[in-house]
């Protein structure tokens, strides 16, 4: 089980963390890189091959301004592809539909705004139908996140 994280650029570590926090929480290997549609697209295509070859299953693809990385990836590769909106101008909403409206026969699974985790948690649900280990601790984190709500709120709240 291996997803690789791709953003293009390092001021975007931090938004691209938390997919890296729920692979860790789910024990799926993960590898990060910073790399470029525009700047390096030579050096891209290279590591795609290399992480096809080393058998990674799913990619993580975070992107601000014009967001193309998510969608020359999917265009290089038969991964799935999981694009992660970045919030760099207009409130990322330039980011999100860079992402999510891709031509026809080249889609890019795409998550809400900064939300890596989300990408990360879908990559998890990918690799488990694959793996019953992972789906295992899959459905037990939902049966955890379930109790743990309906505990913290079974009290009701005061307004």
Same mark, same amino acid.
């Given at each position: 089980m291996k997803v690789a994280i791709i953003f %293009?650029?390092?001021s975007d570590v931090d938004v691209m963390r938390?997919?890296?926090k729920c692979l860790k929480e789910f024990n799926v290997e993960y590898s990060a890189h910073v790399l470029s549609a525009h700047r390096v697209p030579e050096k891209l $295509? $290279? &590591?795609?091959k290399e992480l096809e070859a080393q058998g990674y299953e799913v990619i993580i693809a975070g992107a601000g301004l014009?967001?193309?990385?998510?969608?020359?990836?999917? /265009?290089?590769? &038969?991964?799935? &592809?999981i694009g992660v909106p970045i919030k760099a101008a207009i409130g990322g909403l330039d980011s999100? *539909? /860079?992402? =999510?409206?891709? +031509?026809? /026969?080249? +889609? =890019?699974?795409?998550? %809400?705004?900064n939300n890596s985790y989300n990408a990360a948690m879908l990559a998890v649900e990918i690799l488990s139908?694959? *793996?019953? $280990?992972?789906? $295992?601790?899959l459905l037990n984190y939902r049966k955890t996140m379930k109790e743990n709500f309906i505990r913290e709120n079974q009290e009701g709240v005061e307004l």
């Open positions: %293009g650029s390092k938390g997919a890296g $295509e $290279e &590591v795609l014009a967001a193309h990385l998510p969608g020359v990836i999917a /265009s290089k590769t &038969v991964l799935p &592809v999100l *539909y /860079s992402i =999510v409206q891709m +031509p026809k /026969s080249i +889609p =890019v699974a795409t998550v %809400g705004i139908i694959k *793996y019953p $280990e992972l789906k $295992e601790k």
